[in-house]
C-alpha cells in the first residue's frame, strides 16, 4: 500500500494530521470542529482506559456519572471558575423544535428553558452541587470518585485529538475533612498520570507546578505532567487541582467535624484527556506511521503467511494457529492475517502503518527451515529465528520494545532540554531548536505573559525537583530563587 505521509522535517503538522487519519484512528465529522473515533484509534483509547481505571481503583477511588448539562446558575456561584470557562460553553436555550409550515424545522421560541443548561464544560459545579446531600459529618468523609465522560468546550481552531468541541475525559472529583488529606490527594493522583504515561506509554515526563496564570481556574494550586514533542512543542499530559475549600464555600457544603465544630469541605479534581491520543502519536511516530508502546498497542503481534499453494497455506495455517494459541495465553494480543485480498507487501506496510510492534512473516522456506521472519516496528530491525521458543522470545521482545520506546523519547528530551541565562538566548534557543528551556523568571504574572506575547513561549512548570538557584530574570533582570521550565507549547 501506499502510505502518502508527508515527513515530519517537511511538515510535522502536516504530517500528524495525516497520520491520525491514514492509521485509522479518527477522522473530521459532520459536527464542525467534532471527531469520530474510529474503532482502531478507539481500541487504543479503551486500552489507556482500562489502566488508568484499575489505578484509580487500586487507589480507592470509585466511578460515577453526573448530568451532562449544568444550570447556568451554578457557574456564578464561583467567580474564576465561571471566567475561566465563559467564552467556551455552549448553551442550551430551548427543548423543542417545530415545523414552520414550509417544509422547515425550526426552534420553537415558546419552549424557552425558564434557565439555560451550560453542556458540561467540566463538572465541578454540578458535582459540588450534588455532595451538598451527600456529606453531613466526618464520616461521610473522603469522597473519593472518577467520572469517565465527554465534555464540550468550543474550540474555534481544531486538531484530531489535540484540539476539538468535544472530546473525552476522566475527571476524579474528592472531598475531605482536611486540607493535609486534599493536598496529599492532590499530590498522589499527579503521581498516579506520572506512571501511566511513563510505564504505559513509554512518555517521559517533567512533574511540576503551574503559575498563578496557568493555574485552573477556581484551583489554589495546580499541579501537572509537562512532556515533550519531536517538534521541540511542550504538551500537558495531566492536571491535578488542589481547589481548597472555593467550592465548598460556593455550594455551602459543610461537615460536622469529630470535636463537633462544622467546616467546609476540602476538595481536589484531576483529569487527563484523548489529547493523550495526540500525545502519543506524536512523541513516538515516524514518517512510516505509528510507533505504539506495546502496553497500549490493540494488536502487539501481527502474523503474515507468505505462500502460493493450498498446501503451503494449510501448514502456515496450522503453524499460526499453535503460535497464536502461545501468545494469547501469555495475554498478548495477536492477529493472523491470512487475507487473500492483499498480497504480503501490502499487508506489511499498512501493519507498519498501525504502529503494530512485532510482525511475524512465515514462508514455505521457513516451514522447511523451522524458522520465522521477526520484525520489530521501533528499530524496524529483522532477525530469522527458530520456531522454537518463539512465544517465549516475542514476550521478551514486546518488553524491550516498550523500554527502548521510552529510552529514545527520553534521550530525545534530554537532548532538548537546555539551560540559559540571557533574554537572546532564549529566544535563539527558540527559534532554531526549541525543546525544554530552563531559565530563571521573577514570578510575576506581568513577566510571565510579556515572555509569552514576544516569544509564544510559556511557563510549562515549575518542576517539583527543582533546587533552589539564586539567579534574575532572564526578561527584567530582577531577583529570582530558582529555574522554571519554558517552552511552546500545544
Keep these: 500500500m501506499s502510505k502518502g505521509i508527508t515527513s515530519r522535517e517537511t511538515d510535522y503538522s502536516q504530517w500528524y494530521n495525516e497520520l491520525v487519519v491514514k ?7 459532520a459536527v464542525r470542529g467534532c471527531m469520530v473515533i474510529k474503532p482502531y484509534g478507539y481500541a ?15 487507589t480507592g477511588h470509585s466511578n460515577a456519572y453526573f448530568p451532562l448539562f449544568i444550570p447556568k446558575s451554578f457557574f456564578s456561584k464561583e467567580a474564576s471558575h465561571v471566567e475561566g470557562f465563559a467564552t467556551e460553553c455552549a448553551v442550551v436555550t430551548h427543548y423543542r423544535l417545530k415545523n414552520d409550515g414550509s417544509g422547515n424545522i425550526v426552534v420553537d421560541e415558546d419552549a424557552k428553558l425558564e434557565e439555560e443548561l451550560i453542556v458540561r464544560p467540566t463538572s465541578e459545579t454540578i458535582i459540588w452541587n450534588t455532595y451538598k ?26 486538531r484530531l485529538f489535540l484540539r476539538t468541541a468535544e472530546f473525552l475525559w476522566q475527571e476524579g472529583h474528592t472531598a475531605h475533612a482536611t486540607k493535609e488529606e486534599a493536598v496529599e490527594e492532590a499530590q498522589r493522583m499527579l503521581d498516579v498520570y506520572a506512571d501511566f504515561a511513563e510505564n504505559w ?29 519531536q517538534d521541540g512543542k511542550a504538551l500537558q499530559a495531566g492536571t491535578s487541582h488542589f481547589l481548597g475549600q472555593n467550592f465548598a464555600k460556593a455550594f455551602d457544603v459543610k ?62 495455517g496450522a503453524l499460526a494457529d499453535r503460535l497464536l494459541a502461545e501468545l494469547k495465553g501469555k495475554g498478548i494480543s495477536v492477529k493472523y492475517d491470512d487475507r487473500d485480498t492483499h498480497r504480503p507487501g501490502f499487508k506489511f506496510a499498512e501493519w507498519e502503518l498501525k504502529g503494530v510492534p512485532v510482525r511475524i512473516a512465515v514462508g514455505a ?97 515549575i518542576p517539583l525537583a527543582n533546587k533552589e538557584e539564586a539567579g534574575v530574570c532572564i526578561r527584567t533582570g530582577k531577583p529570582s530563587a530558582q529555574r522554571v521550565l519554558f517552552a511552546r507549547a500545544y
Design 201 to 229: 506509554m513509554a512518555l517521559p515526563v517533567i512533574r511540576g507546578r503551574k503559575t498563578e496564570n496557568e493555574r485552573f481556574a477556581g484551583a489554589l494550586d495546580t499541579l501537572c505532567i509537562e512532556a515533550l514533542m
Design 23 to 29: 492509521a485509522d484512528l479518527a477522522e473530521h465529522s
Design 133 to 158: 446531600g451527600w456529606i453531613e459529618s466526618y464520616r461521610d468523609l473522603p469522597i473519593l470518585v472518577n467520572q469517565w465522560a465527554n465534555v464540550v468546550r468550543w474550540e474555534m481552531r481544531t
Design 365 to 461: 522456506r521457513d516451514m522447511q527451515n523451522g524458522t520465522v521472519e521477526i520484525a520489530r516496528r521501533d528499530t524496524q530491525a529483522k532477525e530469522t529465528v527458530s520456531q522454537d521458543g518463539l512465544a517465549d522470545r516475542v514476550e521478551q521482545l514486546l518488553d524491550a520494545i516498550q523500554r527502548n520506546i521510552y529510552d529514545q523519547a527520553l534521550a530525545f528530551r534530554e537532548a532538548n532540554s537546555v539551560e540559559v541565562d540571557t533574554y537572546d538566548e532564549f529566544k535563539r534557543v527558540l527559534e532554531e531548536r526549541g525543546g525544554f528551556i530552563s531559565a530563571h523568571w521573577d514570578g510575576t504574572v506581568e513577566t510571565e505573559k510579556l515572555i509569552k506575547e514576544e516569544t509564544k513561549a510559556t511557563v510549562r512548570c
Design 255 to 316: 461537615f460536622t467535624a469529630k470535636d463537633g465544630k462544622q467546616d467546609y469541605v476540602w476538595a481536589t479534581s484531576w483529569g487527563v484527556s484523548t489529547r493523550l491520543m495526540g500525545a502519543l502519536i506524536m512523541a513516538h511516530s515516524d514518517d512510516n506511521g505509528l510507533v505504539l508502546p506495546p502496553k497500549l498497542a490493540p494488536i502487539q503481534v501481527v502474523v503474515v503467511p507468505i505462500f502460493k499453494t493450498e498446501e503451503e497455506q494449510h501448514a502456515i
Design 44 to 58: 487504543i483509547w479503551e486500552k489507556m482506559q482500562a489502566a488508568l481505571d484499575k489505578m484509580f481503583k487500586d
